[in-house]
C-alpha cells in the first residue's frame, strides 16, 4: 500500500499517486490538547509507522495521514500543528469561519492551561470536518482521542445559539454534510476525586463518544496507553477506512 503521510506541519501534503482500481484514503488523528493526554500522544508516535506498515501489507490503498492537536501541538510527537493552525495556516482557511478560537503555546507543564474555549474539542471537530483538504474520491475518516466532553460546538448563527443541537450532534451533521466517518476514542484514564461521580462522568463521554461514532458510521474504542493497544487501534482503523461510511438508522439530529 503506497502511504501518502502528512506530519502536519511540515509543509502542504504531496498529491496522491494513485493506480486504477486503488482506494484512496485520508485519514485525519485529532487528539484532545490537555495534559491527561501526553502520554498517549507520545504512544501513538512510537507506533503510527509500524500500524502504517502493517497495513500496506494487509489492504492496497493511497493513505494520507494527517495528525493534528485540538488547540495546541504537543511537542516532540507526530501531533506538531493544531487543527486552527493547519487549517488557518496550510489550508489558509479565514479564522473567521471556523468554530475555534486561537489558544496560548502547550508548555508541556503539569497543569498548564491553554488560553483556548471550554469546549474546543467539539469545535475542532467541526472545523476539520468541514474545512479539511480532503481527496477527491478519498473515503473521508476523523480518528478523535479526548478525555473530556465535546461541549462547545455551537451551530454559527448570527444571535450565536446553538440550536438545541448539541456537540455530539453538531459534529455528526457535519460528518455527514461531508460524507466522513469519525471514528471515537476517549480515554481510559481516571481523574481524581470521588469515584462515583468520576464514573458517572466517564459513562456520559463515553456514551457521547460511542454515539458520534455509531451515527457517522466510524469505530468506538477505548484507549489504553500501550503499544500494543494503540497498534491494535490504528490498524483497525486504518483497516476499515477503504470504504464509504455506513451510518446507523439512529434518530435524525434534533433541529
Known amino acids: 500500500m503506497e502511504a501518502v503521510v502528512s506530519l502536519a506541519g511540515r509543509g502542504r501534503p504531496s498529491p496522491a499517486r494513485r493506480e486504477i482500481g486503488i482506494p484512496a484514503v485520508d485519514l485525519v488523528v485529532l487528539i484532545e490538547s490537555s495534559d491527561a493526554m501526553k502520554d498517549l500522544a507520545d504512544t501513538l508516535s512510537k507506533v503510527v509507522g509500524t500500524a502504517l506498515g502493517a497495513a500496506r501489507l494487509k489492504r492496497p490503498a493511497s493513505l494520507r495521514v494527517t495528525y493534528l492537536g485540538t488547540e495546541t501541538a504537543f ?3 507526530v501531533f506538531m500543528i493544531s487543527a486552527r493552525g493547519y ?4 489550508r489558509r482557511v479565514d479564522g473567521s469561519l471556523l468554530a475555534s478560537r486561537p489558544s496560548g503555546p502547550w508548555r508541556g507543564e503539569p497543569g498548564a492551561r491553554s488560553a483556548g474555549v471550554e469546549g474546543s474539542a467539539g469545535h475542532a471537530l ?3 470536518l468541514a474545512h479539511f483538504d480532503w481527496r477527491p474520491g478519498a473515503t473521508r475518516n476523523v480518528l478523535f482521542l479526548g478525555d473530556g466532553p ?9 444571535a450565536g445559539h446553538d440550536e438545541g443541537r448539541g456537540a455530539a450532534g453538531r459534529v455528526i451533521e457535519a460528518a455527514r454534510q ?4 469519525v471514528h471515537m476514542c476517549p480515554s481510559a484514564g481516571r481523574s481524581r476525586g470521588d469515584a462515583e461521580a468520576q464514573e458517572r462522568r466517564r459513562a456520559g463521554i463515553e456514551a457521547e463518544y460511542a454515539r458520534v461514532a455509531a451515527e457517522t458510521g466510524g469505530q468506538f474504542f477505548v484507549a489504553q496507553d500501550s503499544l500494543g493497544a494503540c497498534l491494535t487501534m ?3 482503523v486504518i483497516g476499515g477506512s477503504t470504504t464509504a461510511p455506513r451510518t446507523s438508522a439512529a434518530a435524525p439530529t434534533p433541529r
Open 178 to 181: 461531508m460524507g466522513a466517518r
Open 150 to 158: 465535546l461541549h462547545g460546538a455551537r451551530s454559527r448563527t448570527p
Open 234 to 236: 490504528l490498524e483497525g
Open 87 to 90: 487549517l488557518t495556516v496550510a
Open 75 to 77: 511537542p516532540c510527537t
Open 126 to 128: 467541526v472545523d476539520v
